[in-house]
């Protein structure tokens, strides 16, 4: 029977000390899984295996696209029986996965195809972590950068080796490891005298012969197949362990959105009057730039070149160091709108709000300066990869600095939800357009029209399958003499590639 707490304080025991040993530490409650969870986390593997069998996706896009599918309805599954309703952003997440991955079969471009293979893992991993009510904030949330670094970096790793505990081998592994550790030792010390007694005994001719045809496997081919398995359970632990700590809450204590606010709140340290007097010379700057251009913007804008000018410089000149110089707007922007002080509102004040307005206004010229040169040029010598990809991302850009606009005048406009989801529809609706070949198609219309002098068919070979059917019809092609390609196996299809195929058992005549 314990004694009364007075006999021990009288006896020179501390009541520290007696309630450390009283009370016993808090054991954490081991996760028993269901039997679902426990089908999912074996079929996560052989999943993870397939996928780095894709890899690089740019060389099997179609099974990229067909694992990225299996580990969404995997997801779903999980998800359904673990009584998750998959709506609001997982909801948004998971479907904006499905236009970028079909890119993977309507693109042949290698960018694309890896970007859109980086994305459908992280639509997915957010899928996650949304169904299970970890967002910090309902709904379409300024807080969403947050979300997805807790997403992809932090609960991943809280429970990184729970899938070897769904499958039963969590205490195998524990018991098993002096095991494996004496095997290898004894495997290193059978190294030497197996070499020697296979040398001595390969005086046989039929034991030699037998030994040869043992070691005549493809060895390269076995190892590429061992890599994909090491990492397929890598990735089949980080998306099962996400998943466990996921639907246990892991981190819903320790981050919501109050304390990211006022984390937030603790970093806005700048005057309004610092921040414009930060701004106000930038802009000062713009207007002399702006005076001092006016008569090449209006042959810009005009279509026109300006009288002296070549088009070849007069697009080139200055266009990069306009894409710099936006670039730089939007770090200004972004450095003075984080660290100003706000109104007990939370809102920016209005004179800042007036010298972004002014800012994003001037980089939105300098953009449209940009664009116009590009179109000059391209007018003059056709498209390019990199002039479309130049292109696209000034119309990103003219995008969010659009909505920075909208923001000065709707403050609680989600500015960092909604850049996310232009720059996503952008990507989309660039890989599901075929780029490459709405680039061969146009240089060769402009070409058989008179209005494009030269055709670059050195263009239209680093464009590969897409620009096929647009080098037949412009009799570059012949596909009676074409160039051998290498071969993937069915897992390499995409759209472009059938239908180069198509057009190389089609005459020219059929496509005029």
Request: glycine share 6%; aromatic share 12%.
């Amino acid at each position: 029977m314990n004694e009364p707490a007075s006999d021990k304080i009288t006896a020179g025991v501390r009541p520290a000390e007696w309630y450390e040993k009283d009370t016993p530490a808090p054991v954490r409650e081991v996760r028993v899984f269901t039997r679902h969870e426990k089908t999912a986390a074996w079929l996560m593997i052989p999943l993870g295996y397939c996928f780095f069998r894709a890899c690089p996706v740019y060389r099997y896009p179609l099974g990229a696209m067909l694992t990225v599918f299996a580990l969404f309805a995997l997801t779903f599954f999980l998800l359904h029986k673990n009584g998750r309703t998959i709506r609001g952003m997982a909801l948004a997440a998971a479907v904006s996965a499905l236009p970028v991955s079909l890119a993977l079969f309507f693109s042949a471009n290698a960018m694309i195809h890896t970007v859109a293979g980086l994305y459908c893992l992280l639509a997915c991993a957010y899928t996650v972590y949304a169904a299970c009510g970890n967002t910090l904030e309902e709904g379409l949330s300024d807080l969403l950068p947050m979300d997805l670094l807790t997403a992809v970096f932090a609960l991943p790793f809280a429970c990184f080796g729970t899938l070897f505990s769904a499958i039963g081998a969590g205490n195998v592994m524990k018991k098993s490891g002096k095991v494996l550790l004496r095997i290898y030792g004894g495997l290193m010390l059978a190294l030497i005298p197996t070499v020697l007694v296979v040398s001595l005994l390969s005086y046989d001719s039929s034991f030699r012969r037998s030994m040869n045809d043992l070691f005549s496997l493809d060895l390269g081919d076995l190892f590429s197949h061992l890599v994909s398995l090491v990492f397929g359970v890598l990735l089949a632990l980080y998306f099962f362990g996400l998943y466990a700590a996921a639907s246990e809450n892991r981190f819903r204590d320790k981050l919501n959105a109050e304390k990211c606010r006022n984390a937030a709140d603790r970093m806005h340290s700048f005057s309004p009057v610092t921040s414009c007097s930060a701004v106000v010379p930038v802009l000062g700057v713009y207007g002399v730039f702006f005076f001092s251009q006016l008569e090449q913007y209006v042959s810009a804008f005009a279509g026109d070149l300006p009288e002296g000018a070549v088009y070849s410089g007069y697009a080139r000149e200055g266009f990069f160091e306009l894409c710099a110089v936006s670039f730089i707007n939007f770090i200004l922007l972004a450095v003075t709108g984080m660290f100003t002080k706000r109104t007990e509102k939370r809102r920016a004040h209005p004179a800042v709000r007036i010298v972004h307005g002014l800012l994003s206004g001037c980089t939105l010229v300098l953009i449209a300066t940009a664009m116009s040169k590009m179109m000059l040029y391209i007018e003059t010598y056709g498209l390019t990869p990199k002039r479309v990809y130049a292109a696209w991302f000034m119309l990103v850009l003219a995008a969010v600095f659009a909505l920075v606009i909208v923001k000065q005048f709707v403050p609680r406009l989600k500015l960092i939800a909604l850049s996310a989801v232009v720059c996503v529809g952008m990507f989309a609706l660039l890989g599901l357009s075929n780029v490459d070949g709405i680039i061969a198609e146009y240089n060769v219309d402009r070409y058989l029209d008179g209005t494009l002098e030269t055709l670059d068919d050195n263009t239209l070979q680093d464009l590969g399958d897409a620009a096929v059917p647009a080098r037949i019809r412009a009799g570059v092609y012949y596909p009676a003499c074409a160039e051998t390609t290498q071969e993937h196996g069915v897992f390499s299809v995409t759209l472009p590639k059938l239908r180069a195929e198509l057009a190389r058992n089609q005459t020219p005549e059929a496509f005029d």
